[in-house]
């Protein structure tokens, strides 16, 4: 997934401000219907939120590299136990600001 803007990243936190989280990422880890999850609701909402589960920030940042590396979309931010991800598709209901 290409790199976003600053212009970019401030408008999708702003839309994704009213979403509520649709991916929980427990106990288990990232398993293989987790990552299924979150290729489906990328591409059906191209906006998602994800809510990792776990007290220690390593973990959740070792859970949002692992997300890096097995799913094509661009990390908007990522707060706490948040991690909101964008996915442009075919046919975008979103369309990002230009550069």
Known sequence: MKSL???QRQYLKALAHKL????FVGE????????????TNLNAHELIKIRIFGDYKKYRNEVISEINSQVDAAVVQHIGKLLILFKSSDNSKITLPLK
């Open 20 to 23: 509520n989280p649709v991916v």
């Open 28 to 39: 288990k880890g990232l398993t293989a219907s987790v990552i299924k999850e979150i290729n």
């Open 5 to 7: 803007t600053i212009k």
